[in-house]
DNA sequence: TATACATTCAATCAAGTCATTGAATGATAG
DNA sequence: CTATCATTCAATGACTTGATTGAATGTATA
């Protein structure tokens, strides 16, 4: 007996939603969202052999989640559209309404970091408008030379402690990072408050500000 | 080793993708976005045995995405909310955009029945103010009990072809049904075109119409 | 209180997924 | 046209998931 349309559709929409369905996967789709990379620099950034972040990438393409060209002898992933942006800003969304255990792990950690509301976009943009605040995109420096915000200062997390001397006390901070749940940024808002700056963070990261269609700089 | 709030916040979101990604779970959470269901009843149209249907309900249980309460001897299961509309209607969209499979399925099958471009929600409201279109629900008698667009006649796909009087050959039929592409709706066109109707489908179903807030009618 | 009935649990087996390893591709550079 | 290097493939074993069966739980009615 053959399956019929209507079990064929939700097969397939099965096998997107099973592509997400990895940890690891969806942090090569973070580091994506970022923009292209090869299969090398993903496999370091995730903590994966290369192999594995192979295979993984793999089976998101499999899954229409990403895309690929050949550049030299390199393969670069991309995201196949900004709909996977949002399809993942929802498994967020969802994930954050009704999964006690990410409650835990939010007020466990990150609000240990930040207790404050963080700032939305369209606050941003009406801030920066008035020449207010500080925007830090604490990323590493290549993320940041892909494409940052308006106007951002790039000091990665890890040169943080060496560079306060860059950023003017009297201004408000506005941290960003990859995504709502970047460790970065709520790591740098915790060493900028405990250093007395006035210090909030975005509310969620490059991807979500591009996608908007807000505006981007590249380097 | 433990691992980082990083990796547990992906583990968690992927922790809800895996609920999704399987083709009953999605099936049964197509019946749930139209109403509270008790286990049997999802057993039953879904196809599945009733001790497995309780596993998978339990599934989408622990991942948030269903609810349940106990009434008297039946436990009733519904949507967590109405942020997993929005993300199943996310998972289809990146499905139909980037799965070569999709794209098969829907020219083998529902675009044979319906070549149209849908209507959209608003169009339909439009219409139906100046009084032009029949709208048809399509779906069993329950399901149109339990909630339907506003002026919906319900004639369930199974009784079409006896009560094809009931309609009035002038008017344009909007026919709908559980969503975009649940089969009901589309049979239910070709049907109407056989017999000379004017007959389209709306862009999607009945969750969709509810969750966008637009009025509902209830028996 | 006993009985019926809806649902869940527990145990089983088959099938699928994951990470690792080492070999195989396929493109560039000499 | 051979060597090199990035990536992918194939095979393996540990682990997880899915469906089925029959027993257990818990609520309502006689």
Redesign the pocket.
């Known amino acids: 007996m053959s399956i019929g349309p209507k079990q064929a559709m939700f097969e397939a929409f099965a096998s997107v939603a ?1 592509a997400l ?2 940890a ?1 996967r969806l942090e090569i789709l973070e580091h994506l969202a970022q923009g292209e990379r ?3 620099a993903l496999s370091e950034r995730a903590g ?5 972040a ?6 998101l393409k499999r899954a229409g989640l990403v895309a ?1 060209r ?1 550049d ?4 670069l992933y991309r995201l196949a559209d900004d709909g996977v942006l949002g399809l993942i800003g929802s498994l967020r969304q969802v994930a954050e309404r009704n999964l006690a255990e990410v409650d835990r792990i939010v007020r466990g950690y990150f609000s240990e970091r930040d207790s404050m509301e963080p700032v939305t976009r369209a606050q941003l943009l009406e801030r920066t408008r008035d020449g207010l605040v500080t925007v830090l995109d604490v990323r590493p420096a290549d993320e940041f030379a892909a494409g940052h915000l308006p106007g951002a200062v790039n000091i990665p997390l890890s040169d943080l402690e060496a560079r306060l001397a860059e950023l003017d006390p009297g201004h408000e901070i506005v941290a960003y990072c990859r995504s709502a749940y970047c460790v970065l940024s709520f790591e740098a808002i915790a060493a900028l408050r405990a250093r007395g700056f006035t210090a909030r963070r975005l509310e969620d990261g490059y991807p979500e500000w591009r996608a908007a269609g807000l505006g981007v700089e590249t380097a």
Chains 1, 2 share one sequence.
């Open positions: 099973r369905g990895h690891h090869g299969v090398e994966l052999s290369i192999a594995n192979s295979q993984h990438l793999q089976q690929s050949r030299g002898k390199f393969v």
